[in-house]
Protein backbone atom coordinates (compact mmCIF):
# COMPACT_ATOMS: atom_id res chain seq x y z
CA UNK A 1 0.00 0.00 0.00
CA UNK A 2 1.19 3.28 -0.91
CA UNK A 3 0.11 6.37 1.29
CA UNK A 4 -0.15 9.76 -0.66
CA UNK A 5 1.09 13.61 1.14
CA UNK A 6 3.43 13.11 4.35
CA UNK A 7 1.01 10.97 6.27
CA UNK A 8 3.33 8.07 6.00
CA UNK A 9 6.75 8.06 6.27
CA UNK A 10 7.76 7.44 2.61
CA UNK A 11 5.13 10.50 0.80
CA UNK A 12 5.29 11.32 -2.97
CA UNK A 13 7.84 14.05 -3.60
CA UNK A 14 6.55 17.23 -5.03
CA UNK A 15 6.15 16.65 -9.06
CA UNK A 16 6.79 12.49 -8.17
CA UNK A 17 4.59 10.22 -9.83
CA UNK A 18 3.74 6.49 -8.58
CA UNK A 19 6.30 4.85 -11.04
CA UNK A 20 8.81 7.53 -9.48
CA UNK A 21 7.78 6.38 -5.83
CA UNK A 22 8.12 2.95 -6.81
CA UNK A 23 11.63 3.14 -8.48
CA UNK A 24 12.51 4.98 -5.37
CA UNK A 25 11.35 3.07 -2.65
CA UNK A 26 12.86 0.02 -4.76
CA UNK A 27 15.91 1.07 -4.27
CA UNK A 28 15.14 2.10 -0.24
CA UNK A 29 13.96 -1.24 0.48
CA UNK A 30 16.83 -3.63 -2.01
CA UNK A 31 19.98 -1.66 -2.66
CA UNK A 32 22.04 -2.48 0.11
CA UNK A 33 24.37 0.42 -0.70
CA UNK A 34 21.18 2.47 -0.02
CA UNK A 35 19.84 3.34 3.33
CA UNK A 36 22.15 -0.22 4.81
CA UNK A 37 21.73 0.02 8.11
CA UNK A 38 18.27 0.82 10.30
CA UNK A 39 20.22 1.93 13.40
CA UNK A 40 23.45 3.51 13.29
CA UNK A 41 25.43 3.96 16.69
CA UNK A 42 28.82 4.68 15.52
CA UNK A 43 30.15 7.27 17.00
CA UNK A 44 31.93 8.33 14.09
CA UNK A 45 28.70 9.11 12.18
CA UNK A 46 26.60 11.61 12.50
CA UNK A 47 23.67 8.85 13.62
CA UNK A 48 20.51 10.56 12.19
CA UNK A 49 21.93 10.65 9.04
CA UNK A 50 23.56 7.38 9.05
CA UNK A 51 20.83 5.63 10.10
CA UNK A 52 18.02 4.47 7.85
CA UNK A 53 14.92 4.93 10.29
CA UNK A 54 12.09 7.35 9.03
CA UNK A 55 12.14 9.96 12.36
CA UNK A 56 13.63 12.72 10.52
CA UNK A 57 13.91 14.30 7.62
CA UNK A 58 16.49 16.53 6.02
CA UNK A 59 17.93 16.64 10.25
CA UNK A 60 21.24 16.41 11.27
CA UNK A 61 22.06 14.79 14.53
CA UNK A 62 23.52 18.08 15.88
CA UNK A 63 20.60 19.64 14.80
CA UNK A 64 18.20 17.60 16.52
CA UNK A 65 19.86 17.73 19.84
CA UNK A 66 20.02 21.44 19.61
CA UNK A 67 16.17 21.44 19.06
CA UNK A 68 15.72 19.05 21.86
CA UNK A 69 18.24 20.36 24.27
CA UNK A 70 15.65 22.60 26.04
CA UNK A 71 12.50 21.02 25.60
CA UNK A 72 11.83 20.75 29.32
CA UNK A 73 13.20 24.27 30.56
CA UNK A 74 9.26 24.97 31.65
CA UNK A 75 8.51 21.36 33.05
CA UNK A 76 10.26 21.71 36.13
CA UNK A 77 10.51 17.93 38.13
CA UNK A 78 7.94 16.83 35.49
CA UNK A 79 9.88 16.37 32.24
CA UNK A 80 8.04 14.86 29.17
CA UNK A 81 9.57 12.35 27.25
CA UNK A 82 10.37 14.94 24.17
CA UNK A 83 9.80 14.15 20.70
CA UNK A 84 8.07 10.81 21.60
CA UNK A 85 5.44 11.30 19.17
CA UNK A 86 6.62 13.16 16.74
CA UNK A 87 8.75 13.10 12.86
CA UNK A 88 11.36 15.98 13.00
CA UNK A 89 11.53 17.92 9.38
CA UNK A 90 12.82 20.82 7.55
CA UNK A 91 10.57 23.30 6.42
CA UNK A 92 11.99 26.02 4.32
CA UNK A 93 14.95 26.09 6.66
CA UNK A 94 13.02 26.03 9.77
CA UNK A 95 12.93 22.95 12.12
CA UNK A 96 9.45 21.74 12.56
CA UNK A 97 7.73 18.72 14.24
CA UNK A 98 4.99 16.68 12.47
CA UNK A 99 3.10 15.18 15.46
CA UNK A 100 1.17 11.88 15.44
CA UNK A 101 -2.41 12.13 16.33
CA UNK A 102 -5.53 12.37 15.65
CA UNK A 103 -5.79 15.52 12.44
CA UNK A 104 -2.30 15.12 12.64
CA UNK A 105 0.42 12.44 10.91
CA UNK A 106 -1.19 8.87 10.71
CA UNK A 107 -4.65 10.36 11.36
CA UNK A 108 -6.27 7.48 9.47
CA UNK A 109 -4.66 4.95 11.46
CA UNK A 110 -4.99 6.40 14.69
CA UNK A 111 -8.18 7.72 14.43
CA UNK A 112 -9.01 3.20 13.96
CA UNK A 113 -7.05 3.14 17.45
CA UNK A 114 -9.05 5.88 18.70
CA UNK A 115 -12.08 4.16 17.64
CA UNK A 116 -11.39 0.38 19.28
CA UNK A 117 -10.47 2.79 22.74
CA UNK A 118 -13.63 4.02 22.97
CA UNK A 119 -15.23 0.78 22.25
CA UNK A 120 -13.00 -0.81 24.93
CA UNK A 121 -14.19 1.98 27.44
CA UNK A 122 -17.60 0.91 27.20
CA UNK A 123 -16.59 -2.57 28.82
CA UNK A 124 -13.54 -1.68 31.08
CA UNK A 125 -13.70 -3.94 33.86
CA UNK A 126 -13.76 -1.42 36.35
CA UNK A 127 -13.37 2.77 37.18
CA UNK A 128 -9.61 2.32 37.37
CA UNK A 129 -8.99 0.74 33.91
CA UNK A 130 -11.57 3.09 32.09
CA UNK A 131 -10.04 5.95 33.45
CA UNK A 132 -6.80 5.01 31.73
CA UNK A 133 -8.42 4.25 28.85
CA UNK A 134 -10.42 7.86 28.78
CA UNK A 135 -6.93 9.22 28.94
CA UNK A 136 -5.24 7.35 26.56
CA UNK A 137 -8.21 8.73 24.19
CA UNK A 138 -7.27 12.23 25.20
CA UNK A 139 -3.56 12.09 24.40
CA UNK A 140 -4.55 9.99 20.51
CA UNK A 141 -6.88 13.47 19.97
CA UNK A 142 -4.43 15.97 21.76
CA UNK A 143 -0.95 14.73 20.84
CA UNK A 144 0.34 16.71 24.21
CA UNK A 145 2.70 14.24 25.73
CA UNK A 146 1.53 15.77 29.12
CA UNK A 147 -1.28 14.20 28.09
CA UNK A 148 0.32 10.70 27.72
CA UNK A 149 2.07 11.54 30.86
CA UNK A 150 -1.78 11.81 32.85
CA UNK A 151 -2.32 8.41 30.95
CA UNK A 152 0.62 6.69 31.64
CA UNK A 153 0.25 7.94 35.34
CA UNK A 154 -3.35 6.47 35.60
CA UNK A 155 -2.29 3.06 33.56
CA UNK A 156 0.05 2.51 36.49
CA UNK A 157 -2.69 2.75 38.79
CA UNK A 158 -4.77 0.03 37.25
CA UNK A 159 -3.15 -3.25 38.94
CA UNK A 160 -6.38 -5.27 39.68
CA UNK A 161 -7.55 -5.83 35.99
CA UNK A 162 -7.44 -9.38 34.47
CA UNK A 163 -7.21 -8.15 31.06
CA UNK A 164 -4.60 -5.01 30.20
CA UNK A 165 -3.29 -3.89 27.42
CA UNK A 166 -0.17 -1.49 26.88
CA UNK A 167 -0.67 1.27 23.70
CA UNK A 168 0.97 3.89 22.56
CA UNK A 169 4.47 5.12 21.69
CA UNK A 170 6.56 3.19 23.61
CA UNK A 171 10.09 2.10 23.17
CA UNK A 172 12.78 4.47 21.90
CA UNK A 173 15.73 1.74 20.68
CA UNK A 174 14.80 2.51 16.70
CA UNK A 175 15.61 6.10 17.03
CA UNK A 176 19.96 6.57 17.34
CA UNK A 177 19.71 9.50 19.16
CA UNK A 178 16.86 7.74 21.87
CA UNK A 179 13.42 10.28 21.22
CA UNK A 180 11.28 8.74 19.34
CA UNK A 181 8.86 6.41 19.89
CA UNK A 182 7.63 3.21 18.06
CA UNK A 183 4.60 2.40 18.44
CA UNK A 184 3.35 -1.12 19.77
CA UNK A 185 0.20 -2.32 21.22
CA UNK A 186 0.24 -6.02 23.09
CA UNK A 187 -3.56 -7.07 24.96
CA UNK A 188 -2.85 -9.72 27.63
CA UNK A 189 -4.55 -11.83 30.24
CA UNK A 190 -3.45 -12.19 34.12
CA UNK A 191 -1.73 -15.09 34.98
CA UNK A 192 -3.25 -15.36 38.31
CA UNK A 193 -0.62 -18.45 39.34
CA UNK A 194 2.60 -17.32 38.17
CA UNK A 195 1.92 -14.15 39.52
CA UNK A 196 2.31 -14.99 42.90
CA UNK A 197 5.90 -15.63 42.42
CA UNK A 198 6.59 -11.80 40.49
CA UNK A 199 4.44 -10.55 43.07
CA UNK A 200 6.47 -11.73 46.14
CA UNK A 201 9.35 -10.02 44.42
CA UNK A 202 7.33 -6.86 44.00
CA UNK A 203 6.39 -7.17 47.46
CA UNK A 204 10.31 -7.17 48.47
CA UNK A 205 11.43 -4.04 46.27
CA UNK A 206 12.80 -1.83 49.21
CA UNK A 207 14.71 -4.61 50.49
CA UNK A 208 16.52 -5.06 47.36
CA UNK A 209 16.87 -1.74 46.72
CA UNK A 210 18.14 -1.23 50.02
CA UNK A 211 20.86 -3.91 50.08
CA UNK A 212 22.11 -3.42 46.74
CA UNK A 213 25.44 -2.16 46.09
CA UNK A 214 24.98 1.01 44.59
CA UNK A 215 26.31 4.33 46.40
CA UNK A 216 23.98 5.68 48.89
CA UNK A 217 22.24 8.47 47.47
CA UNK A 218 21.48 6.33 44.25
CA UNK A 219 19.06 4.54 45.92
CA UNK A 220 15.60 5.15 46.48
CA UNK A 221 15.05 6.00 50.31
CA UNK A 222 10.93 5.13 49.26
CA UNK A 223 10.02 2.29 46.18
CA UNK A 224 6.80 3.46 45.19
CA UNK A 225 4.06 1.34 43.30
CA UNK A 226 6.12 -1.33 42.34
CA UNK A 227 2.75 -3.80 40.70
CA UNK A 228 4.05 -6.58 39.21
CA UNK A 229 2.87 -9.31 37.30
CA UNK A 230 3.36 -12.74 34.80
CA UNK A 231 0.78 -12.10 31.76
CA UNK A 232 -0.08 -14.55 28.96
CA UNK A 233 -0.02 -12.61 25.75
CA UNK A 234 -3.02 -12.62 23.41
CA UNK A 235 -1.96 -10.42 20.89
CA UNK A 236 0.83 -7.75 19.76
CA UNK A 237 1.08 -5.37 16.82
CA UNK A 238 3.88 -3.23 16.03
CA UNK A 239 6.96 -2.85 17.70
CA UNK A 240 6.20 -5.89 19.66
CA UNK A 241 5.34 -8.05 16.56
CA UNK A 242 6.28 -10.38 15.19
CA UNK A 243 9.80 -10.51 17.45
CA UNK A 244 7.94 -10.21 21.05
CA UNK A 245 9.50 -9.25 24.29
CA UNK A 246 9.47 -11.41 27.00
CA UNK A 247 9.30 -8.45 29.89
CA UNK A 248 8.22 -5.11 30.08
CA UNK A 249 8.44 -2.01 32.65
CA UNK A 250 6.69 0.75 31.94
CA UNK A 251 6.04 3.88 32.15
CA UNK A 252 9.63 4.84 30.46
CA UNK A 253 9.28 8.40 32.16
CA UNK A 254 11.94 8.29 34.66
CA UNK A 255 9.80 10.66 37.25
CA UNK A 256 6.51 8.85 37.26
CA UNK A 257 8.63 6.16 38.15
CA UNK A 258 10.19 7.71 40.97
CA UNK A 259 6.34 9.47 42.13
CA UNK A 260 4.06 7.31 41.07
CA UNK A 261 5.78 3.80 40.12
CA UNK A 262 5.49 1.64 37.67
CA UNK A 263 4.10 -1.66 36.21
CA UNK A 264 6.72 -4.64 36.04
CA UNK A 265 5.44 -7.85 33.56
CA UNK A 266 6.60 -11.32 32.70
CA UNK A 267 5.28 -12.36 29.10
CA UNK A 268 4.97 -15.78 30.38
CA UNK A 269 3.36 -17.61 27.29
CA UNK A 270 6.15 -15.97 25.51
CA UNK A 271 8.74 -17.32 27.43
CA UNK A 272 7.62 -20.67 27.88
CA UNK A 273 7.53 -20.73 24.03
CA UNK A 274 10.88 -19.39 23.58
CA UNK A 275 12.54 -22.18 26.11
CA UNK A 276 10.42 -24.75 24.67
CA UNK A 277 11.97 -23.94 20.95
CA UNK A 278 15.77 -23.67 21.69
CA UNK A 279 16.01 -27.35 22.27
CA UNK A 280 19.36 -29.07 24.50
CA UNK A 281 21.50 -28.36 21.04
CA UNK A 282 22.56 -25.78 22.29
CA UNK A 283 23.76 -26.55 25.52
CA UNK A 284 25.45 -29.46 24.63
CA UNK A 285 27.51 -27.75 22.03
CA UNK A 286 28.57 -24.16 24.04
CA UNK A 287 28.30 -25.82 27.50
CA UNK A 288 31.76 -27.37 28.68
CA UNK A 289 30.93 -30.16 31.07
CA UNK A 290 27.94 -32.66 32.02
CA UNK A 291 27.37 -31.46 35.68
CA UNK A 292 27.66 -27.80 33.88
CA UNK A 293 25.09 -28.92 30.91
CA UNK A 294 23.07 -30.89 33.33
CA UNK A 295 22.93 -27.81 35.48
CA UNK A 296 21.59 -25.35 32.57
CA UNK A 297 19.21 -27.59 31.46
CA UNK A 298 17.32 -28.57 34.94
CA UNK A 299 17.71 -25.39 36.53
CA UNK A 300 17.85 -22.12 33.95
CA UNK A 301 14.23 -22.23 32.90
CA UNK A 302 13.33 -21.00 36.26
CA UNK A 303 15.97 -18.99 36.61
CA UNK A 304 15.05 -17.13 33.67
CA UNK A 305 12.00 -16.43 34.58
CA UNK A 306 13.31 -14.80 37.53
CA UNK A 307 15.83 -12.79 35.05
CA UNK A 308 13.27 -11.62 33.60
CA UNK A 309 11.16 -10.99 36.72
CA UNK A 310 13.96 -9.24 38.59
CA UNK A 311 15.41 -7.34 35.05
CA UNK A 312 11.79 -5.72 35.48
CA UNK A 313 10.58 -5.54 38.70
CA UNK A 314 13.84 -4.24 40.83
CA UNK A 315 16.12 -3.66 37.69
CA UNK A 316 14.17 -1.08 35.41
CA UNK A 317 12.49 0.25 38.74
CA UNK A 318 15.48 0.95 40.90
CA UNK A 319 18.07 3.85 41.44
CA UNK A 320 16.94 7.55 41.29
CA UNK A 321 19.23 9.95 39.62
CA UNK A 322 20.70 13.06 40.86
CA UNK A 323 19.23 16.25 41.35
CA UNK A 324 19.86 18.88 38.38
CA UNK A 325 20.90 15.85 35.85
CA UNK A 326 18.69 15.40 33.03
CA UNK A 327 16.66 12.57 31.43
CA UNK A 328 19.28 9.82 29.95
CA UNK A 329 18.28 10.16 26.37
CA UNK A 330 19.81 13.86 27.14
CA UNK A 331 22.74 12.81 29.10
CA UNK A 332 23.52 9.38 27.68
CA UNK A 333 22.51 10.12 24.19
CA UNK A 334 22.73 6.86 21.99
CA UNK A 335 24.21 5.24 24.98
CA UNK A 336 21.27 5.40 27.34
CA UNK A 337 19.36 2.75 26.40
CA UNK A 338 22.49 -0.04 26.36
CA UNK A 339 23.20 0.60 29.99
CA UNK A 340 19.63 0.78 30.92
CA UNK A 341 19.75 -2.24 30.04
CA UNK A 342 23.25 -3.54 31.51
CA UNK A 343 21.60 -1.91 34.82
CA UNK A 344 18.54 -4.11 35.19
CA UNK A 345 20.31 -7.50 34.07
CA UNK A 346 23.22 -6.42 36.87
CA UNK A 347 20.29 -5.87 39.35
CA UNK A 348 18.80 -9.57 38.34
CA UNK A 349 21.76 -10.99 38.39
CA UNK A 350 23.29 -9.33 41.38
CA UNK A 351 20.45 -11.26 43.11
CA UNK A 352 20.16 -14.22 41.23
CA UNK A 353 22.73 -15.46 43.68
CA UNK A 354 21.42 -14.55 46.67
CA UNK A 355 19.66 -16.65 49.66
CA UNK A 356 17.15 -14.20 50.50
CA UNK A 357 15.26 -15.53 46.94
CA UNK A 358 15.48 -19.05 48.56
CA UNK A 359 14.00 -17.71 51.73
CA UNK A 360 11.32 -16.20 50.38
CA UNK A 361 10.55 -19.31 48.24
CA UNK A 362 10.64 -18.52 44.87
CA UNK A 363 13.67 -20.44 44.61
CA UNK A 364 14.46 -23.91 45.80
CA UNK A 365 18.62 -23.27 46.04
CA UNK A 366 21.65 -21.43 44.74
CA UNK A 367 22.19 -24.03 41.67
CA UNK A 368 19.67 -22.43 39.84
CA UNK A 369 22.00 -18.55 40.26
CA UNK A 370 24.72 -20.88 39.39
CA UNK A 371 23.12 -21.89 36.19
CA UNK A 372 22.45 -18.25 35.10
CA UNK A 373 25.17 -17.19 35.87
CA UNK A 374 27.13 -19.62 33.66
CA UNK A 375 23.91 -19.15 30.53
CA UNK A 376 24.70 -15.39 31.34
CA UNK A 377 28.23 -15.59 30.46
CA UNK A 378 28.01 -18.26 27.68
CA UNK A 379 25.16 -16.29 25.77
CA UNK A 380 26.53 -12.77 26.47
CA UNK A 381 29.86 -13.99 24.99
CA UNK A 382 29.63 -16.54 21.83
CA UNK A 383 25.84 -17.73 21.84
CA UNK A 384 24.28 -14.36 20.70
CA UNK A 385 26.88 -13.55 18.05
CA UNK A 386 24.73 -16.79 16.23
CA UNK A 387 22.96 -13.91 15.18
CA UNK A 388 25.62 -11.52 13.23
CA UNK A 389 26.73 -11.69 9.91
CA UNK A 390 30.53 -12.23 10.23
CA UNK A 391 31.96 -9.07 10.58
CA UNK A 392 29.60 -7.25 11.98
CA UNK A 393 29.72 -5.32 14.86
CA UNK A 394 27.05 -5.20 17.57
CA UNK A 395 24.25 -2.52 17.36
CA UNK A 396 21.22 -3.64 18.88
CA UNK A 397 21.03 -2.29 22.42
CA UNK A 398 20.19 -5.61 23.73
CA UNK A 399 22.63 -7.48 22.43
CA UNK A 400 25.67 -4.96 23.62
CA UNK A 401 24.15 -4.81 26.92
CA UNK A 402 24.79 -8.60 27.29
CA UNK A 403 28.20 -8.63 25.82
CA UNK A 404 29.20 -5.36 27.81
CA UNK A 405 28.40 -7.48 30.85
CA UNK A 406 30.32 -10.38 30.19
CA UNK A 407 33.04 -9.11 28.55
CA UNK A 408 33.59 -6.96 31.49
CA UNK A 409 33.32 -9.17 34.31
CA UNK A 410 35.53 -11.37 32.24
CA UNK A 411 38.34 -8.97 32.24
CA UNK A 412 37.93 -7.92 35.30
CA UNK A 413 38.33 -11.20 36.60
CA UNK A 414 40.63 -12.89 34.90
CA UNK A 415 43.61 -12.41 37.05
CA UNK A 416 42.09 -14.90 39.39
CA UNK A 417 40.65 -17.16 37.09
CA UNK A 418 36.76 -16.30 38.21
CA UNK A 419 35.88 -16.60 34.36
CA UNK A 420 38.43 -18.96 32.29
CA UNK A 421 38.54 -19.43 29.04
CA UNK A 422 39.23 -22.97 27.94
CA UNK A 423 39.78 -24.67 24.56
CA UNK A 424 39.01 -28.34 24.13
CA UNK A 425 38.54 -30.11 20.84
CA UNK A 426 39.53 -27.06 19.18
CA UNK A 427 36.25 -25.24 20.71
CA UNK A 428 36.14 -22.45 22.70
CA UNK A 429 34.13 -22.51 26.25
CA UNK A 430 33.78 -19.54 28.69
CA UNK A 431 33.63 -21.65 32.28
CA UNK A 432 32.54 -19.49 35.68
CA UNK A 433 35.30 -21.19 38.33
CA UNK A 434 33.66 -18.60 41.50
CA UNK A 435 29.99 -17.77 41.41
CA UNK A 436 30.73 -15.51 44.66
CA UNK A 437 33.47 -13.28 43.22
CA UNK A 438 31.46 -13.40 39.68
CA UNK A 439 28.54 -11.88 41.92
CA UNK A 440 30.62 -9.45 43.54
CA UNK A 441 31.78 -8.52 40.37
CA UNK A 442 28.29 -7.80 39.19
CA UNK A 443 27.59 -5.75 42.12
CA UNK A 444 31.07 -3.53 41.09
CA UNK A 445 29.26 -2.86 37.34
CA UNK A 446 25.97 -2.85 38.63
CA UNK A 447 27.21 0.73 41.20
CA UNK A 448 29.42 2.22 38.25
CA UNK A 449 26.62 2.34 35.86
CA UNK A 450 24.07 3.44 38.08
CA UNK A 451 26.65 6.06 38.85
CA UNK A 452 26.55 6.90 35.48
CA UNK A 453 23.11 7.20 35.25
CA UNK A 454 22.47 9.42 37.96
CA UNK A 455 25.05 11.69 37.47
CA UNK A 456 24.87 11.36 33.06
CA UNK A 457 28.66 11.04 33.05
CA UNK A 458 28.04 10.63 29.30
CA UNK A 459 32.09 10.23 28.68
CA UNK A 460 31.99 6.80 31.01
CA UNK A 461 29.13 5.54 29.90
CA UNK A 462 30.56 5.99 26.10
CA UNK A 463 33.74 4.26 27.43
CA UNK A 464 31.74 1.10 28.98
CA UNK A 465 29.78 0.56 25.65
CA UNK A 466 32.24 1.12 23.21
CA UNK A 467 35.11 -1.20 24.84
CA UNK A 468 32.88 -3.66 26.23
CA UNK A 469 29.70 -3.55 24.23
CA UNK A 470 30.53 -3.04 20.29
CA UNK A 471 33.15 -4.67 18.96
CA UNK A 472 33.11 -8.71 18.61
CA UNK A 473 36.47 -11.02 18.10
CA UNK A 474 35.96 -12.46 14.39
CA UNK A 475 37.76 -15.31 15.04
CA UNK A 476 35.71 -16.66 17.81
CA UNK A 477 32.78 -14.90 15.65
CA UNK A 478 33.72 -17.20 12.72
CA UNK A 479 33.86 -20.28 15.45
CA UNK A 480 30.69 -19.25 16.58
CA UNK A 481 28.75 -18.99 13.42
CA UNK A 482 30.06 -22.89 12.13
CA UNK A 483 28.96 -24.49 15.25
CA UNK A 484 25.81 -22.57 15.41
CA UNK A 485 25.23 -23.66 12.01
CA UNK A 486 25.19 -27.29 12.78
CA UNK A 487 22.69 -27.50 14.92
CA UNK A 488 20.03 -26.06 12.34
CA UNK A 489 18.08 -23.54 15.03
CA UNK A 490 17.33 -20.53 13.66
CA UNK A 491 19.16 -17.83 16.16
CA UNK A 492 15.93 -15.49 15.88
CA UNK A 493 12.29 -16.57 16.84
CA UNK A 494 8.95 -14.87 15.69
CA UNK A 495 5.20 -15.27 16.00
CA UNK A 496 1.99 -15.26 13.86
CA UNK A 497 -0.28 -13.72 15.84
CA UNK A 498 -4.00 -15.15 15.98
CA UNK A 499 -7.28 -14.72 15.06
CA UNK A 500 -10.00 -14.29 17.13
CA UNK A 501 -13.14 -15.61 15.67
CA UNK A 502 -16.53 -14.73 18.21
CA UNK A 503 -19.02 -18.01 18.46
CA UNK A 504 -22.13 -16.59 18.46
CA UNK A 505 -25.43 -17.32 19.94
CA UNK A 506 -28.28 -15.09 18.67
CA UNK A 507 -26.61 -11.44 19.47
CA UNK A 508 -24.82 -12.84 22.63
CA UNK A 509 -20.86 -14.27 22.51
CA UNK A 510 -20.66 -17.90 23.95
CA UNK A 511 -17.26 -18.64 23.28
CA UNK A 512 -14.01 -17.81 21.07
CA UNK A 513 -12.46 -19.81 18.40
CA UNK A 514 -8.54 -19.27 17.82
CA UNK A 515 -7.25 -19.54 14.03
CA UNK A 516 -3.68 -19.12 12.73
CA UNK A 517 -2.72 -18.32 9.35
CA UNK A 518 -0.52 -20.83 7.76
CA UNK A 519 2.16 -18.71 7.47
CA UNK A 520 4.03 -15.32 7.93
CA UNK A 521 3.50 -13.94 4.39
CA UNK A 522 -0.44 -15.16 4.45
CA UNK A 523 -0.84 -13.05 8.03
CA UNK A 524 0.52 -10.24 5.96
CA UNK A 525 -1.26 -10.42 3.06
CA UNK A 526 -4.22 -10.42 5.43
CA UNK A 527 -3.13 -7.51 7.46
CA UNK A 528 -2.26 -5.44 4.13
CA UNK A 529 -5.65 -6.02 2.87
CA UNK A 530 -7.71 -5.66 6.07
CA UNK A 531 -5.98 -3.34 8.51
CA UNK A 532 -4.33 -0.74 5.82
CA UNK A 533 -6.06 2.89 7.38
CA UNK A 534 -3.66 5.13 5.36
CA UNK A 535 -4.31 6.74 2.72
CA UNK A 536 -4.22 4.48 -0.58
CA UNK A 537 -2.83 5.82 -3.87
CA UNK A 538 -4.50 4.08 -7.41
Known amino acids: MLSNSNTNGFPLAQNENNVQFAERITKIIFDPKVAPKKVNLDPKFDLITASAVNFYEDVTQKEAEAFYKDANKDNGDKPVMAGLNTKLIKENGVLVEKTWKVGGMYTGAIEKIVYWLEKAVTVAENDVQKDALTKLITFYKSGSLKDF ?11 QSAIDVVNGYIEVYNDPIGYKGTFESMVSVKDMEASKRIKTIGDNAQWFEDNSPLLPNHKKKEVKGIAAKVINVVMESGDAAPSTPIGVNLPNNEWIREQHGSKSVNLGNIVEAYDRAAGAGVVAEFYLGQDVQNRVKNFAPLADKLHTDMHEVIGHASGQIEN ?9 KNYASTLEE ?32 DEYITKGLMVQLSRLKLGNNLEEAHMRNRQLVAAWVYEKGKAEKVIEKVKKDDKTYFVVNDYNKLRTLFGDLLKEIQRVKSQGDYKAGRALVENYGVKVDKALHKEVLDRYAKLNIAPYAGFIQPKLVPVMEGNKIKDVKIEYSKDFKEQMMYYGKNYSFLPVIN
Do not use: C, E, F, N
Request: aromatic fraction near 14%.
Open 324 to 332: GIGQPASTL
Open 149 to 159: DTYSIAWAKDT
Open 342 to 373: ARADLVALYYLYDQKLVDLGVMPSLDYGKASY
